[in-house]
């Protein structure tokens, strides 16, 4: 394991946690080292590695897409683990180099370690809940590291999904689920008779299982479809709209039953629910267009807003949200812009930010600490809690605090409208859903 590995897991769990502090692991594998090869889905790019390598125990090298290995990516991604993966595309000699890859994965197999590949081969420019076609990689460098090894050893291959009420939204919601192992040994006679049949048979079957572990939606045109009617019944995982009340698994559990239910339909013929498509877009349109958001109309129509803790938060809050723009709004300003005008992908953004913004404030509140504790007040056990606690801990409360401000602004305007009618749309789009879609 090389160190900087060991001390990016540490710093991630830390790091992840802030910024998706509602994460369950379902399945979690628990050896360190297994020989085996973790099939993912890709539905947030840089992300993806970094949620499951910081939050599950198996020591991990990465099969990434060498266009991310910039000059200045480049040495951070080789001491994370992370191994380029060749593509047509790329304008390199494809075959040559990503043989030499596979020659190093056959190493980090044979002596215990694991690999994550994700398998869908590429992210969405804009999140969706589905899973693309699974390509053959990871089952082929599966028995390809057996021949290596003259099947002396046992190697798996596991599929997992990665579960994000969304993956750009600070604050919101995570759940990785594994399917069970698949012993590739277990495979040996059926691959040396027909080796073609057998990686093209457990492809499919670890395409199904990755897709039984995540919210599948078959019909991409009904995604839209899919993630209104969550966020009207505030069961299932979208990041803003949900009933805090409800557990994270459950909010899950009912983001995938919608999507099989879905899936078992005609939807493009059935006439109700392209109706009721019809409806939901309207609604969602309409409260666009009266620059209402259908959680704000929620708390104006429940009379949830509650100015008096509001108030004492801001007097109260003050002083940490200072201590917290002192320790991270500089690190984090410059980060901010460097990556949106360095990444034209805003696919990237979330994550990249989150790295080197983790990787800039560390380095900026050293220098801080150090000059307190030689200048200001010699404790040195005394800074090392403080630099672990009050920087993060205070910036997150500062985020917090200039997000509760505005949205403070925006009920006060808003409550001077009126909204009776939008919110009789919201009921009646309630109750078509509870009559077809019998979804609990």
Same mark, same amino acid.
């Given at each position: ?14 790091? &992840? ?5 509602? &994460? ?14 973790? #099939? ?154 027909? #080796? ?17 572990? &995540? ?15 969550? =966020? &009207? ?170 997000? =509760? ?29 509870? =009559? ?5």
């Amino acid at each position: 394991m090389r160190p900087v590995y060991l001390v990016l897991k540490f710093v991630l769990k830390y790091t &992840l946690w802030m910024f998706y502090p509602r &994460l369950r692991i379902v399945n979690k594998p628990k050896k360190r080292f297994a020989r085996t090869i973790f #099939a993912s889905n890709h539905a947030a790019s840089f992300m993806d590695p970094l949620v499951v390598a910081g939050n599950q125990s198996p020591i991990v090298f990465f099969m990434t897409r060498s266009d991310v290995f910039t000059p200045l990516l480049k040495p951070i991604l080789w001491a994370a683990h992370m191994l380029p993966i060749y593509r047509l595309q790329d304008g390199e000699d494809t075959k040559a180099k990503n043989e030499e890859v596979f020659q190093k994965c056959n190493k980090i197999l044979k002596y215990g370690r694991n690999l994550l590949i994700f398998s869908e081969g590429f992210t969405d420019d804009v999140f969706i809940r589905r899973l693309k076609p699974v390509k053959k990689g990871a089952v082929r460098i599966g028995f390809g590291a057996l021949e290596s090894m003259n099947w002396e050893k046992e190697i798996f291959i596991q599929a997992l999904g990665v579960n994000y009420s969304d993956p750009n939204v600070f604050g919101s919601d995570v759940i990785i689920s594994n399917a069970d192992p698949i012993c590739l040994n277990d495979y040996r006679k059926e691959y040396e008779e027909n #080796a073609t049949k057998v990686v093209n048979e457990l492809t499919k079957r670890v395409e199904i299982e990755m897709q039984e572990q &995540l919210t599948y939606i078959q019909n991409i045109k009904w995604t839209n479809f899919h993630e209104q009617v969550m =966020r &009207l019944t505030r069961k299932g995982m979208n990041a803003i709209d949900y009933d805090k009340s409800i557990p994270l698994l459950r909010r899950w559990e009912y983001s995938r039953s919608l999507a099989n239910w879905m899936n078992e339909r005609e939807l493009d013929t059935n006439e109700e629910l392209i109706g009721l498509k019809a409806k939901l877009e309207s609604y969602f349109i309409t409260l666009d267009q009266q620059g209402v958001t259908e959680k704000e109309l929620i708390t104006l129509n429940n009379n949830d807003f509650r100015p008096v803790s509001d108030i004492a938060f801001f007097v109260f809050g003050a002083p940490l949200m200072v201590i917290g723009l002192i320790h991270n709004y500089l690190p984090y300003s410059w980060v901010k812009s460097f990556v949106e005008k360095s990444f034209k992908r805003k696919v990237f953004w979330s994550s990249v930010k989150m790295l080197f913004g983790a990787l800039a404030i560390g380095i900026y509140n050293i220098l801080f600490v150090s000059i307190m504790n030689i200048f200001v007040f010699p404790a040195f056990w005394f800074w090392v809690i403080y630099f672990f606690v009050v920087p993060p801990l205070s910036g997150v409360l500062a985020y917090s605090y200039f997000k =509760r401000v505005a949205r403070y602004k925006r009920i006060q305007l808003l409550k001077e409208k009126q909204f009776s009618g939008i919110y009789a749309d919201r009921e009646n789009c309630l109750k078509e859903i509870k =009559r077809l879609i019998p979804v609990a």
